[in-house]
């Protein structure tokens, strides 16, 4: 659930099937003094209520400008072990980072760290809907959180 600060009214309430050990999630200020929320979680359309028993769950972004849009981004938790969401550049481009390797209960192995442009998976993301109305195409809802400027907190 994401509440407006100021009002205490709620901009958007959605259950997202999450694991123990999905990674948390992250905000990003944007230049109109919004955040930006990362969240992972596993998405389910109303009714359908079938859970796979190991669900690769996916990263999703959501901007309180679209209420009832969802996007979901390319990446999954297969073997995330920490995530984190940052401005490189100074309020240029927004990324996050994903270290992947064992899980703690695992035998050891490779670890990596990956830095991935929102941007890039942006252009690329699945627009969904939560609520029957489309209000705007998917393509115009992925340019404008394409063209998204953000802000550093310092």
């Given at each position: 659930?994401?509440?407006?600060?100021?009002?205490?009214?709620?901009?958007?309430?959605?259950?997202?099937?999450?694991?123990?050990?999905?990674?948390?999630?992250?905000?990003?200020?944007?230049?109109?003094?919004?955040?930006?929320?990362?969240?992972?979680?596993?998405?389910?359309?109303?009714?359908?209520?079938?859970?796979?028993?190991?669900?690769?769950?996916?990263?999703?972004?959501f901007?309180?400008?679209?209420?009832?849009?969802?996007?979901?981004?390319r990446?999954?938790?297969?073997?995330?072990?920490?995530?984190?969401?940052?401005?490189?550049?100074?309020?240029?481009?927004?990324?996050?980072?994903?270290l992947?390797?064992?899980?703690?209960?695992?035998?050891?192995?490779?670890?990596?760290?990956?830095?991935?442009?929102?941007?890039?998976?942006?252009?690329?993301?699945?627009?969904?809907?939560?609520?029957?109305?489309?209000?705007?195409?998917?393509?115009?809802?992925?340019?404008?959180?394409?063209?998204?400027?953000?802000?550093?907190?310092?």
């Amino acid at each position: 659930m994401i509440v407006e600060s100021g009002s205490g009214a709620v901009q958007w309430d959605l259950k997202l099937n999450s694991r123990a050990e999905s990674p948390g999630p992250a905000t990003l200020s944007t230049a109109d003094h919004r955040s930006a929320f990362l969240i992972w979680g596993e998405y389910q359309v109303a009714g359908n209520e079938t859970r796979s028993r190991a669900p690769l769950q996916k990263l999703y972004l959501f901007h309180p400008s679209y209420t009832n849009v969802l996007l979901e981004l390319r990446n999954s938790t297969d073997q995330i072990i920490a995530f984190n969401a940052t401005l490189f550049e100074r309020s240029r481009h927004a990324c996050y980072v994903l270290l992947r390797g064992p899980q703690p209960n695992e035998e050891p192995g490779s670890v990596s760290l990956m830095k991935r442009k929102l941007k890039e998976d942006v252009s690329e993301s699945r627009v969904i809907w939560l609520s029957q109305v489309a209000v705007d195409s998917e393509q115009y809802i992925r340019d404008r959180l394409y063209r998204m400027r953000f802000h550093s907190r310092v």
